[in-house]
């Protein structure tokens, strides 16, 4: 398969499994109040999925470094597509950000 290829079907399948989550995440009542509407969940600091995209390209980086390239280009585009999808869900790119917890 052309590198060019995997590497946009893989950000295209990224995208679309953010989606998915998000969508799961506000229709599912359970789960958004357990996960959506809590935001204090790593010492008081609301850690955004876009940042599982970060540690999957950083992951990629180190399968490019076992020698398997077109795996970690892959990595590489899923991670992309999941920060990408964030950013336009969330309208801003945005990692981690301090949060203040309410109850």
Do not use: C, Q, W
Not at 18 to 42: A, C, G, M, S
Not at 57 to 84: E, H, K, N, Y
Request: net charge positive; glycine share 8%.
């Amino acid at each position: 398969m052309n590198i060019a290829l995997i590497f946009l079907v893989n950000i295209l399948m990224g995208v679309i499994v953010t989606r998915v989550f998000e969508l799961i995440l506000k229709t599912n009542k359970k789960l958004r109040d357990r996960y959506y509407r809590r935001h204090e969940i790593l010492f008081g600091y609301h850690v955004h999925h876009s940042a599982i995209g970060l540690v999957i390209i950083a992951l990629g980086g180190i399968v490019f470094l076992t020698d398997r390239p077109s795996m970690a280009l892959g990595m590489a585009g899923f991670g992309i597509g999941i920060i990408i999808m964030h950013t336009i869900s969330s309208r801003r790119f945005v990692f981690a950000e301090k949060e203040t917890f309410t109850k």
